[in-house]
């Protein structure tokens, strides 16, 4: 009743717009010269003509569409009212998620039932089929509302699935951290683990507890979890150094270990000799060997403890100090120079242990 | 105080001795581990006792599960995939008994530090 009001209240023959879409439900402003106008008025205005058995329907906002017969005034309250104008001579019914809809055409997509009902796109639109297993319908999938009976429509949470270790979880999302997928499942990511991310077809990669797992991706198969608790008896309590390196350092007679502090790993010599004219004769070197060693160079040394020349002098470039495992270094800041950039393929612990000597020697031969 | 200190240490250092000897002795009378293979890349929920278990998941060897010789009743899990740091390697004699390289070393609890040749354990 309050829209034959609202018509009312306007002047006789002022202009109105409504919006006007045909089955693709893209609605545009159409302007009709007619405060109340009628089914056949709205036909006409979306250009069906009356031989082609025109159809208007009236698309409230909850998604329902209301037939309007061609002699029938359309109630029009505003001017974002919609109308689906098409032709047809009848219409099918189909209910998604228990609501019911009456469509004007034989086909309909899954994109327009979505927008009929009004569907989020974080759900997915299923049909139910008797006798067989529902099917997902995509946004382009057809289908014939003409087959005997209701067509079924209802709506999922998508949901995706990742095995970690023997546990399966869901996802409301398409990517999850290992470390929420770890939580969901059971596993403590405070403790210390080998995570390896299994795809079939791709080789395994090892993932960390913020690596995102995207798990859209083809052939997606489980986390595989192997607490970090067994140490290699050879390989000390911090990480493997390239192979060259140990074999290298196992043939030094140095004493060694890899030390892993605030995220930095090092390699630390316990008892490295210096040429003479220092104010030790031996201090334990320290090496920064970067997460992507050897691609990445090791650049500059440490020393503990803090160096003087044996007359007392400061020495150049070593004002910086850090602590590793509790213990004071002094940073020597030496660097490679143009003429011999880091080549990854050739250098390692022992050529970077040579421009060390070298830096070192230069200190007491000048 | 300078004696007592030595006294300390050499009580400590017979100590240690005389438990490798005895954990030496002991071992020359357990069965030798045995390999035992299941199928794919994860141990299963119980590693027997004695066995040696490799997870093999098609034709890619994954990991070893074995009790930790100590008796902790711990089972120790030991990565062979080439990916993985640390990895050991897996050998067997002609009698079919495993080897592990390099040792192994539990950092934590009881801190065994074994090596497993010829399916028999060599305490370090």
Same mark, same amino acid.
């Given at each position: 009743?309050?829209?034959?009001?609202?018509?009312?209240?306007?002047?006789?023959?002022?202009?109105?717009?409504?919006?006007?879409?045909?089955?693709?439900?893209?609605?545009?402003?159409?302007?009709?010269?007619?405060?109340?106008?009628?089914?056949?008025?709205?036909?006409?205005?979306?250009?069906?003509?009356?031989?082609?058995?025109?159809?208007?329907?009236?698309?409230?906002?909850?998604?329902?569409? !209301?037939?309007?017969?061609?002699?029938?005034?359309?109630?029009?309250? /505003?001017?974002?009212?919609?109308?689906?104008?098409?032709?047809?001579?009848?219409?099918?019914?189909?209910?998604?998620?228990?609501?019911?809809?009456?469509?004007?055409?034989?086909?309909?997509?899954?994109?327009?039932?979505?927008?009929?009902?009004?569907?989020?796109?974080?759900?997915?639109?299923?049909?139910? !089929?008797?006798?067989?297993? /529902?099917?997902?319908?995509?946004?382009?999938?057809?289908?014939?509302?003409?087959?005997?009976?209701?067509?079924?429509?209802?709506?999922?949470?998508?949901?995706?699935?990742?095995?970690?270790?023997?546990?399966?979880?869901?996802?409301?999302?398409?990517?999850?951290?290992?470390?929420?997928?770890?939580?969901?499942?059971?596993?403590?990511?405070?403790?210390?683990?080998?995570?390896?991310?299994?795809?079939?077809?791709?080789?395994?990669?090892?993932?960390?507890?913020?690596?995102?797992?995207?798990?859209?991706?083809?052939?997606?198969?489980?986390?595989?979890?192997?607490?970090?608790?067994?140490?290699? =008896?050879?390989? =000390?309590?911090?990480?493997?150094?390239?192979?060259?390196?140990?074999?290298?350092?196992?043939?030094?007679?140095?004493?060694?270990?890899?030390?892993?502090?605030?995220?930095?790993?090092?390699?630390?010599?316990?008892?490295?000799?210096?040429?003479?004219?220092?104010?030790?004769?031996?201090?334990?070197?320290?090496?920064?060997?970067?997460?992507?060693?050897?691609?990445?160079?090791?650049?500059?040394?440490?020393?503990?403890?803090?160096?003087?020349?044996?007359?007392?002098?400061?020495?150049?470039?070593?004002?910086?100090?850090?602590?590793?495992?509790?213990?004071?270094?002094?940073?020597?800041?030496?660097?490679?120079?143009?003429?011999?950039?880091?080549?990854?393929?050739?250098?390692?612990?022992?050529?970077?242990?040579?421009?060390?000597? =070298?830096?070192?020697?230069?200190?007491?031969?000048? | 105080?300078?004696?007592?200190?030595?006294?300390?240490?050499?009580?400590?250092?017979?100590?240690?001795?005389?438990?490798?000897?005895?954990?030496?002795?002991?071992?020359?009378?357990?069965?030798?581990?045995?390999?035992?293979?299941?199928?794919?890349?994860?141990?299963?929920?119980?590693?027997?006792?004695?066995?040696?278990?490799?997870?093999?998941?098609?034709?890619? @060897?994954?990991?070893?599960?074995?009790?930790?010789?100590?008796?902790?009743?711990?089972?120790?899990?030991?990565?062979?995939?080439?990916?993985?740091?640390?990895?050991?390697?897996?050998?067997? @004699?002609?009698?079919?008994?495993?080897?592990?390289?390099?040792?192994?070393?539990?950092?934590?609890?009881?801190?065994?530090?074994?090596?497993?040749?010829?399916?028999?354990?060599?305490?370090?």
């Amino acid at each position: 009743m309050t829209s034959q009001n609202a018509a009312g209240n306007r002047p006789a023959n002022s202009t109105i717009t409504i919006q006007i879409a045909g089955l693709d439900l893209n609605f545009k402003a159409v302007s009709i010269v007619d405060p109340t106008p009628t089914g056949a008025q709205i036909a006409a205005a979306a250009e069906v003509l009356p031989d082609n058995d025109p159809f208007v329907l009236r698309f409230l906002d909850d998604g329902e569409l !209301v037939p309007i017969l061609a002699s029938e005034v359309a109630p029009i309250d /505003d001017v974002n009212d919609r109308f689906v104008v098409t032709s047809a001579d009848r219409a099918f019914r189909l209910k998604v998620d228990g609501e019911q809809y009456d469509w004007p055409a034989q086909y309909v997509t899954g994109k327009t039932v979505r927008k009929l009902a009004g569907i989020a796109n974080d759900l997915q639109l299923m049909l139910s !089929v008797e006798n067989e297993p /529902d099917t997902v319908i995509g946004n382009r999938d057809l289908v014939d509302l003409a087959v005997a009976g209701v067509e079924r429509f209802y709506t999922v949470h998508e949901t995706w699935k990742i095995k970690v270790q023997d546990t399966v979880i869901q996802s409301d999302l398409p990517t999850i951290k290992v470390r929420d997928a770890m939580n969901k499942a059971g596993f403590d990511p405070a403790q210390p683990w080998h995570i390896f991310l299994k795809v079939a077809g791709q080789p395994k990669q090892e993932v960390g507890l913020d690596f995102d797992v995207d798990l859209r991706t083809h052939g997606i198969e489980k986390l595989r979890l192997t607490p970090r608790d067994v140490n290699n =008896g050879e390989a =000390g309590n911090g990480f493997r150094l390239l192979g060259v390196d140990e074999a290298f350092l196992a043939q030094s007679g140095w004493r060694w270990r890899t030390v892993l502090d605030q995220g930095r790993r090092w390699l630390i010599i316990d008892d490295y000799r210096l040429p003479p004219g220092f104010s030790s004769t031996a201090v334990a070197m320290a090496l920064e060997i970067p997460n992507t060693y050897p691609g990445a160079q090791i650049d500059m040394f440490y020393v503990a403890p803090v160096l003087l020349l044996a007359n007392g002098n400061r020495i150049g470039a070593t004002e910086t100090l850090i602590t590793i495992g509790g213990v004071t270094y002094q940073r020597w800041s030496r660097h490679r120079g143009q003429a011999s950039p880091w080549n990854p393929k050739i250098d390692n612990v022992r050529t970077h242990l040579t421009l060390v000597d =070298g830096a070192l020697s230069r200190e007491v031969n000048q | 105080m300078i004696l007592i200190d030595i006294a300390a240490k050499w009580i400590r250092a017979e100590y240690a001795r005389w438990q490798k000897r005895i954990r030496g002795l002991f071992e020359r009378w357990r069965p030798p581990f045995r390999l035992q293979v299941v199928d794919g890349d994860s141990l299963p929920p119980v590693v027997p006792v004695g066995a040696l278990v490799l997870a093999r998941d098609g034709n890619e @060897d994954w990991c070893v599960g074995m009790k930790c010789p100590c008796g902790c009743g711990r089972t120790i899990e030991l990565l062979l995939i080439p990916e993985a740091k640390p990895r050991w390697s897996l050998s067997l @004699d002609p009698a079919g008994l495993p080897s592990l390289s390099p040792s192994v070393f539990l950092r934590d609890g009881c801190r065994a530090h074994f090596w497993l040749r010829g399916g028999r354990v060599t305490w370090t």
